[in-house]
């Protein structure tokens, strides 16, 4: 899901400019030997490419404008969590019922100056009718901010294929983003402060021959889902809306009990989706305070829960392996639940 590349929502006044000047470019060309009919041609010209001009441009940001009906999940969920839908909504159909303004005046207009056989009258028209245009652009300013903002949201979410997704889960600053830079080829940041994570970011792995799909996400506060902002509610809507498996990522230097409240929020979803856990930083603890970690989780956890302890970042290329057979046993089964038309879309 994307604008085109190169699309641009000029601002209205520039709108109002350029097709004032592209309609006086094109009355120029109009050839009458006549001195009185030429001016009545022009003037008509004017009309005509003004509104198109400004018709067109309407149209063609309403269009562009990807339908929020038929976006994924994920998509709805992400914009719908980042602005107001309905009023998106009621920008859109605000520029489409403008465009047919214009379209209805440039119509209304042409047949007035039609009976006029004189250049003053004529030019009078036509100014009056700028004058009607300027006045129906202008009123579409806040319904061109609003959709602006909407681009900018929606340029911030990640293009999500259909693949098997994995999404990464954690509190802040536990890892996610190196663990997603260690076993995928993503290009993300990395800093020692945390909430470096602001978006969903996404890492592609190749794994005996399958694609799977990695989400970073931003890091989770011990909180209730009512109580998260919006950066934290990108992390619960995917889990509910894309995510196939989950990895836990824990912090071996934080707060243990906090972050098991967090997997304790997720009971629901570590029921129906399959998932590991990844002890990190194990570098900055103690084996005294690692194993009351794992006996916390082991309280918590499933029986089988399959758990890795390392350091991420001075993980060994056989850790990181065990990890991406993980991820491929976890997974592989996507591409024979989901269907030969998934499989389809892949290769």
């Not at 042409?110 to 700028?130: D, H, P, T, W």
């Not at 602006?148 to 259909?162: F, G, H, L, R």
């Not at 930083?281 to 302890?309: C, H, R, W």
Request: aromatic share 8%; net charge positive.
């Amino acid at each position: 899901m994307s604008f085109q590349k190169g699309f641009y929502i000029p601002k209205v006044e520039e709108l109002i400019d350029n097709a004032f000047k592209k309609a006086r470019d094109e009355a120029s060309k109009v050839q009458e030997r006549d001195f009185n009919r030429r001016i009545i041609e022009k003037e008509k010209t004017r009309v005509k490419i003004a509104s198109e001009e400004i018709t067109g441009t309407l149209k063609n940001i309403a269009n562009k404008f990807p339908n929020i009906s038929e976006l994924n999940p994920l998509y709805k969920s992400l914009l719908a969590n980042s602005l107001d839908i309905i009023q998106l909504k009621k920008a859109l159909s605000h520029l489409m019922s403008s465009s047919r303004t214009c379209d209805e005046l440039k119509t209304q207009f042409l047949a007035a100056m039609f009976r006029v056989q004189n250049k003053n009258g004529i030019s009078k028209y036509r100014n009056e009718f700028y004058g009607r245009l300027v006045s129906v652009v202008k009123r579409c300013k806040a319904s061109f901010e609003i959709i602006k903002n909407a681009m900018k949201n929606m340029a911030e979410i990640p293009k999500i294929k259909n693949l098997p997704t994995i999404l990464l889960i954690g509190c802040p600053n536990t890892g996610k983003s190196t663990f997603l830079k260690a076993v995928t080829s993503a290009n993300v940041e990395i800093q020692s402060y945390p909430f470096t994570t602001k978006r969903l970011q996404v890492g592609m792995l190749t794994e005996k021959f399958l694609e799977f799909q990695l989400l970073d996400s931003p890091g989770l506060l011990d909180r209730p889902e009512e109580k998260q902002n919006n950066i934290e509610k990108q992390t619960t809507l995917a889990l509910k809306t894309i995510a196939d498996s989950l990895i836990f990522i824990i912090g071996a230097n934080e707060n243990i009990n906090n972050q098991i409240n967090i997997l304790k929020r997720f009971k629901k979803e570590i029921k129906y989706k399959p998932f590991f856990i990844v002890i990190n930083k194990i570098d900055l603890v103690d084996m005294g305070e690692l194993k009351e970690i794992e006996s916390a989780l082991k309280n918590y956890l499933p029986q089988k829960t399959t758990l890795f302890k390392l350091s991420l970042n001075k993980a060994k290329e056989q850790e990181l392996k065990e990890i991406k057979d993980e991820i491929y046993n976890l997974n592989k089964s996507w591409y024979t639940k989901k269907g030969k038309e998934n499989i389809k879309s892949v290769f």
